[in-house]
């Protein structure tokens, strides 16, 4: 009997014993944590979560009252809506200063037909005038109608430029009236985008670790109101020695094992430390003889921590395990074990 119990106590230990290519510290659990915002100031009307809840993006997590924001955007829409009217008036304006070049265009060609008439008159007059044939004042009559008729070409000419003046006059007046539509709209937008800010929602899906505002609370622009917890980032920090760092890159497979939890859980390394530092007291290393240490940074696949994201809590305690060597297996004991 105490040779068997020798036997099984010596296997127990030789399991146990972690082979030279596979380096372990302890740490604590972490949650990557974010604080959600206000963008504006306000007084919180309604907090639509409680501590613990799961929510997902776009969930409103916190009401601040939007009576001033929503009188901002009605407004800019207001204004929006005369601008659009101002453009509409200047077009028809437009419009008519056009049609008045037309009418002068077709009074133009009218007159100067006019003027060929009293040209051909005129002439035929003088030539009869010669002959004796008319008198001097048939002669005179013809050249005032001749007068007439060129004086109104110039007339008709001078109101085609006035209306094509009115025409430019009116298109600068729509381009300007345009501009304050594009304006009144950019203002209606942020007042609009404002108005909507006032619901504080939620950036990711995430798990609500603090309500840190209530009901009737004023708060600040860039004022926190809720702390969620990232279920899907989960990472342990440990503290290697000098000696065992030098071979291991970001991407190395590592495991997890927290105290309290009968399992193994899948972890890579994410991040190691460009300096070293002196151990935390709160790190026990195999050789005190070291003082300097890396941190590197292990993270759980984001599947499996959301698979597990009520069992993995935040400042849990446990080991941390990477494997120097990717050729090697990994042992038994730390072999992948999910709950």
Known sequence: AAAGGGWWAYHRQEAAALPNFVVHSNGRLELNRLDVASLYPGRVERVRVAEGDAVK??????????????????AAQAATLRAT????????????????????????????????????????????????????SELAKRQADFDRAVASVKAAQAARAEAQAAVAQGQAAVAEAEAGVKQAQAQADT??????????????????????VEPGTVIGAGSRVISLLDPADVSMNVFLPNATVGGLRVGDEARLVLDGIDAVFPAQVSFIASEAQFTP?????????EKLVFRVKLKVPADVAQRYDRLLKGGMTGDGYVRRDS????????EVRLP
């Open 57 to 74: 993006p776009g969930d409103v997590l916190v009401e601040l009252s939007s009576a001033q924001s929503s009188g901002q955007l009605a």
């Open 85 to 136: 009217e101002l453009v509409q008036r200047a077009r028809a304006g437009v419009q008519q200063a056009q049609q008045t070049v037309a009418r002068a265009d077709a009074e133009i060609a009218a007159y100067r037909q006019q003027q060929k008439v009293a040209k051909l008159e005129l002439d035929n007059a003088k030539q009869m005038r010669r002959e004796d044939l008319v008198s001097a």
């Open 191 to 212: 007042a609009a985008s404002a108005d909507a800010d006032m619901a504080i929602r939620s950036p990711l899906t995430a798990r609500v670790e603090y309500r840190l």
């Open 281 to 289: 007291k709160a790190v026990e290393t195999a050789d005190e003889r």
């Open 327 to 334: 050729s090697q297996a990994w042992p038994l004991a730390l």
